[in-house]
């Protein structure tokens, strides 16, 4: 079964830092998202991507991040100048519609910022 | 404001018996809404979902209910399996925005 693949599992960056986050959709989807989980808390929303544009984002969603779709197969996030509070479990998903399609997550990116 | 809502951090059952657990949610837009299943180190999977036009969808040992009315839903597992043990997160999204608001989560222990 296909599934959505996310690089590296585990990433350990100094505060201050540029952090790129990948993720690999499956291939006939269209709609991308990324979600954060800080540790003990919900799974909530960053933004998502349509289009190759950014359809939704939430208010976590500031000007320090960025999403991009580079190649048609990646989609990548990017925390420019990283803050302790960014620390959490980043997880990637996609899905092949909009509203009425579950969307299938990776297995996540664990960001730790020192 | 907590959209979506599961009230019961944690449940145990014994294997074989019905696990039955809670969510709820106030935004009336809301109008699908999905269980997610999750393990350690890994990411949310896909159990079962309803769209608002429907108020029962069953697969397997899966089944959401769904009372718009109170805007409630519940998922039940019958048979309760060992390996259902897991964190299940409710989520919910309306058709337009396709991002999912999930709950907070419910450890479920199933005890052999």
């Known amino acids: 079964e296909p599934e959505v693949t996310q690089t590296p599992s585990h990433q350990v960056t100094q505060m201050g830092q540029e952090v790129i986050l990948r993720c690999v959709p499956i291939?006939?989807?269209?709609?991308f998202y990324w979600y954060r989980q800080i540790l003990g808390q919900k799974v909530e929303f960053l933004v998502s991507?349509?289009?190759?544009?950014?359809?939704?984002k939430s208010e976590i969603f500031d000007d320090q991040f960025s999403v991009e779709r580079p190649d048609g197969s990646n989609f990548t996030l990017k925390i420019r100048s990283t803050k302790l509070e960014d620390s959490a479990m980043y997880f990637c998903?996609?899905?092949?519609?909009?509203?009425?399609?579950?969307?299938?997550f990776g297995d996540g990116t664990r960001l730790s910022i020192l | 404001d907590q959209q979506v809502k599961q009230n019961s951090p944690s449940l145990s059952v014994q294997e074989g018996r019905i696990s039955i657990l809670n969510c709820d949610y106030t935004?009336?837009?809301?109008?699908?809404f999905l269980w997610y299943k999750k393990y350690p180190a890994e990411g949310p999977t896909f159990l079962i979902s309803?769209?608002?036009?429907?108020d029962k969808n069953e697969d397997g040992r899966f089944t959401v209910f769904l009372n718009k009315s109170a805007k409630h839903l519940s998922l039940h597992i019958v048979p309760s399996q060992p390996g259902d043990s897991a964190v299940y997160f409710c989520?919910?999204?309306?058709?337009?925005?396709?991002?999912?608001?999930f709950g907070d989560g419910t450890t479920l222990t199933v005890k052999p």
């Open positions: 291939s006939n989807h269209l709609y």
């Open positions: 309803i769209s608002s036009i429907k």
């Open positions: 998903a996609s899905s092949g519609g909009g509203g009425y399609q579950p969307q299938h």
């Open positions: 991507f349509y289009n190759n544009e950014i359809s939704e």
């Open positions: 989520a919910a999204s309306d058709s337009n925005a396709g991002k999912s608001t």
């Open positions: 935004n009336s837009m809301f109008d699908y």
